[in-house]
């Protein structure tokens, strides 16, 4: 125990080995007093925080007292070894003198080593990123592990309060333990401090470069004398001067009043700027005027295009009742305006599409096409909110400000081919656009305002309309261009097709003509479909072939039946229901595909081994089950057919329906089973001119089907010359045109006995001579011939 004058320290903790110098106040002044009078000039240098001593002290020695460069008058301590406070005892002059017990360090055990040197690390890490080269060696160079620990003295991010923690711990394990942690964790808010400094640093330099280029490209517009963007003030006046609904005014006005509070760096003014360029975009209270002569438009639509009788009829009547309703201003009722919507079904190439654009120049309005096909996003319909980045406005407020006016033709082409996605269901989204009763304030997501979609004509187009979601079918009104006769192809290709096709390959009509008749050739011979699509591929491949004639020899080229083959190749589509029907269990059915009406040969045949009935031909349930019918009603109702019973009983049947790679479904198909399946177990062959479609029922009732429009126009295609179809499908019959009906017998039947009683070949008399031809027996119903 020693008896030292107390030298306190407000602003510093002085650690064994430690040098610092202490300004001489008073109190400490006091203490060096008391020291160098005593002869050995050492004193107690003991921390004082908010003026309470610490319990623990190092014993220092004066090096020098003098002053420092701002005159003040200090001493330099060096920290010599630890020291418990006791008591206050007695001494000479003005200094506080106390007994003091020196604590001897124990040695370093246990983990000791393996903290310095990740202590060492640490301090070393944190020098090298403040450049103090010549500490890092002084650190490197020691090798006593308290005089390592005891350097944290120096360290400037420990606060007074650890230091004196470290003072008042002997053990120099429990000192490097609280130095690493102490030390990660100043390691760990220097990288999140230096991290911001470089962001905020980074954010600066920008901003600064940032404001440099744009008072450069100021001062650039000025000399070249262009004007200056548009600012809030001018938006304003926009606003205020713009022909705008009041609603979407008082929103444009507070939308400008935020830009007017916003900073120019910050990024919702660009929202802001480009939301309002959409808004004074918008046609709001922009209408054209409607063509309200009936007979003008009549003659754009008939100009146009060929046939489509059901669609123009509907088109005028939807001008004769707006003219109506101008005349006696009933423009507006309850909010809502006229607007119609049509949907165009048919399958690919009938003209829907350039339908559209017919019927926008009959009505003396704006087209715009708006492509649906693959669309799998709400937003598209909808729009995206604001908030998101490159939020755009939906397809629907685009096409009205790309049309200019509200009251555009609009057609939403491939309507079957949306579905629904992670996106949303674009579909539904639509059932707001389309409904009469909700469009006059349908909201885009991007606009936020009500928009008035009642006067917008909306035309659809769908190839097959089961996949059209039924919500959104409801909401439209249907219309079927079930596809073209030979004779409207022949006036499509001559009046439409080829001067198009002419065109684009840089000839004239003095140059080359094709005859009617290789018209006709070409839609019957090499082309079978319900459109036209694959007819205009055949012209401009015949006009390609005279474009390299000519190059040769310029007299003019006429293309007729004699020299097709020239061009086009031997004709591809031949008659062939004669030569599939020639054998006993073929029967020639009707059916409707995507790309429209289609022959469908069905072939049935049997052979030994287990009964049963085996289906080939990638059937579906329904016709799966349409075969099971018509092999049931054989099997029952034979004999008073005139069949062999043991025909179908006892033996495999086997019933295909070609083509194999084509996947078929519907119950239309019954009544030609039934007929194959007939022929096959009568040994009749069927009547090669005959095609059918109809449903069958175990009873032997024929029961109605669609498509009936369709499936005349293919057996007319295919050169058939009689059709049977069910007798409650006779009003359909009006629908099918007047040459078809012509060109065709069409019976209606209602039971499965009188149809075959006219579709097999009659039986062939004993000695072997066939008869003349004509029926067996008399139908139930009349046949009606041209009907």
């Known amino acids: 125990m020693t008896t030292l004058p107390v030298l306190p320290l407000d602003d510093a903790v002085l650690l064994p080995g430690n040098v610092v110098a202490v300004a001489l106040q008073p109190d400490t002044q006091a203490a060096v007093d008391a020291a160098r009078a005593s002869g050995d000039k050492t004193v107690l240098a003991v ?106 003295g120096y360290a400037p991010w420990l606060t007074l309060a650890q230091k004196v923690e470290l003072l008042g711990s002997p053990d120099v394990t429990a000192r490097l333990e609280l130095l690493v942690g102490w030390a990660r964790e100043h390691a760990a808010e220097q990288e999140v401090s230096e991290k911001i400094n470089s962001e905020v640093r980074e954010g600066l330099e920008k901003s600064q470069r940032e404001f440099l280029l744009r008072q450069q490209l100021a001062a650039i517009r000025k000399e070249l004398g262009e004007d200056e963007p548009e600012g809030s003030a001018d938006y304003r006046s926009r606003v205020e001067a713009a022909d705008l609904p009041e609603k979407v005014r008082e929103a444009a006005l507070r939308e400008v009043g935020k830009l007017e509070r916003a900073s120019d760096a910050s990024p919702e003014t660009s929202w802001i700027r480009t939301w309002l360029d959409t808004v004074l975009e918008m046609p709001w209270n922009v209408r054209t005027d409607d063509n309200t002569d ?40 309850g909010g809502r ?27 003396g309005r704006k087209f715009v096409r708006v492509s649906l096909g693959g669309v799998r996003d709400e937003a598209e319909i909808r729009g995206h909110r604001r908030t998101y980045v490159g939020a755009l406005p939906g397809r629907l407020v685009r096409a009205l400000r790309e049309a200019g006016s509200m009251n555009p033709v609009v057609l939403l082409d491939e309507v079957d081919k949306i579905s629904a996605g992670y996106a949303g269901d674009p579909a539904a989204a639509l059932l707001e656009v389309l409904d009469p009763a909700q469009n006059h304030t349908f909201r885009d997501h991007y606009l936020e305002v009500d ?59 003095d140059e080359v003509s094709i005859s009617d008749g290789a018209l006709g050739a070409i839609a019957a011979e090499h082309t079978r479909e319900a ?110 057919l005139g069949l062999d019973p043991n025909a179908l009983a006892g033996r495999r049947i086997h019933l295909h329906v ?62 058939l010359t009689e059709v049977i179809i069910p007798a409650r499908n ?26 075959l009683a006219l579709a097999l070949r009659p039986v062939e008399p004993a000695d072997g001579v066939a008869r003349a031809g004509g029926d067996t027996s008399t139908p139930a119903e009349p046949a009606l011939a041209g009907a």
């Open 47 to 152: 921390p004082r925080l908010d003026g309470e001593y610490g319990s623990y002290g190092v014993t220092a020695v004066i090096e020098k007292v003098g002053r420092l460069p701002s005159g003040e008058r200090a001493a330099v301590l060096r920290g010599v070894t630890r020291a418990r406070i006791g008591s206050g005892v007695p001494g000479p002059g003005a200094a506080l003198w106390v007994e003091a017990t020196l604590v001897a360090e124990p040695e370093p055990a246990g983990k000791a080593k393996e903290l310095a040197r990740e202590y060492k690390a640490l301090v070393v890490a944190e020098l090298q990123q403040r450049g103090a080269w010549q500490v890092v060696d002084a650190v490197e160079r020691m090798t006593d592990l308290g005089e390592l620990a005891d350097s944290a």
């Open 294 to 333: 009936l007979a003008a438009a009549r003659a754009v639509l008939d100009a146009d295009h060929a046939g489509l009788d059901d669609v123009k009829e509907r088109i005028l009547e939807y001008l004769a009742v707006r003219n109506r309703r101008a005349a006696r201003n009933l423009e507006v009722v």
């Open 337 to 363: 305006g006229s607007g119609a919507v049509l949907a165009l079904a048919g399958p690919p190439g009938v003209g829907k599409t350039s339908l559209g654009e017919s019927v926008a120049r009959a009505l």
């Open 451 to 509: 928009l008035d979609l009642s006067d917008v004509l909306f035309l659809a187009t769908a190839n097959v309309v089961e996949t059209i979601p039924g919500p959104l079918l409801d909401r439209m009104e249907l219309v079927t261009l079930d596809g073209y006769t030979e004779q409207e192809k022949v006036a499509i290709a001559r009046d439409h097709l080829l001067p198009r096709q002419l065109d684009r390959a840089g000839l004239t009509a």
């Open 531 to 640: 459109g036209v699509r694959q007819l205009e591929r055949a012209l401009a491949r015949i006009l390609r072939k005279v474009a390299v004639k000519q190059a040769g020899d310029s007299a003019q080229v006429q293309v007729d039946n004699g020299n097709l083959k020239e061009f086009l190749g031997r004709p591809r589509f031949t008659p062939e229901s004669a030569e599939r029907t020639a054998t006993p269990g073929v029967a020639t059915g009707l059916a409707v595909t995507g790309a429209g009406g289609d022959v469908l040969f069905i072939e049935a045949t049997s052979m030994d081994g287990e009964p049963g009935l085996t289906l080939t031909g990638q059937l579906g349930d329904v016709m799966k089950e349409s075969a099971h019918i018509a092999l049931s009603y054989l099997r029952s109702h034979g004999r008073k």
């Open 658 to 719: 070609p083509a194999g790679a084509v996947p078929k479904d519907g119950p239309s198909a019954g009544i030609t089973m039934v007929t194959a399946l007939a022929s096959l177990a009568s040994g009749r062959p069927v009547r090669p001119e005959f095609g059918m479609t109809g449903e069958v029922t175990l009873n032997g009732r024929v029961l109605p089907i669609g498509g009936v429009k369709q499936k005349l126009l293919a057996a007319h295609r295919a050169g």
């Open 730 to 755: 006779e009003p359909d019959l009006d629908d099918v045109p007047a040459d078809v009906r012509e060109g065709l017998t069409i019976h209606v039947l209602s039971d499965v006995a009188d149809v």
